[in-house]
């Protein structure tokens, strides 16, 4: 069983920017899409990237697409998320998470296509 530990989450100005990182334990790391999501007070957990298990293929929601740019480093097991011009409206808890199957890039969007998860790291934008 893989674990994901998310790093980096903090409290920030509108307009600036925040590193997250995820470190997994465990074998095949550069076999797995790997996702980050949010999940904000009294809302849904929603996607916010996603990248193959190569570093070659990436996707993004619309609302952060153009500010935030995820990566991967397979030789540290670590996939980071860049986060730039921040908003009020990015504040909430940060997950990674890891996609069920190996070498999968179609399914990335919901989060009941990954198998584990991240214990959230917090995120909170101040206007």
């Known amino acids: 069983q893989v674990q994901l530990v998310e790093s980096g989450g903090g409290l920030v100005q509108a307009g600036g920017s925040l590193r997250l990182s995820c470190a997994a334990s465990?074998?095949?790391?550069?076999?797995?899409?790997m996702g980050w999501f949010r999940q904000a007070p009294g809302k849904e957990r929603e996607f916010v990237a996603a990248i193959s298990w190569s570093g070659g293929i990436t996707y993004y929601a619309d609302s952060v697409k153009g500010r935030f740019t995820i990566s991967r480093d397979n030789a540290k097991n670590t996939v980071y998320l860049q986060m730039n011009s921040l908003k009020p409206e990015d504040t909430a808890a940060y997950y990674c998470?890891?996609?069920?199957?190996?070498?999968?890039?179609?399914?990335?969007?919901?989060?009941?296509?990954?198998?584990?998860w991240g214990q959230g790291t917090q995120v909170t934008v101040s206007s």
């Open positions: 465990g074998r095949a790391f550069n076999t797995y899409t």
């Open positions: 998470a890891q996609n069920r199957y190996t070498f999968d890039t179609q399914n990335y969007l919901w989060p009941g296509f990954y198998g584990s």
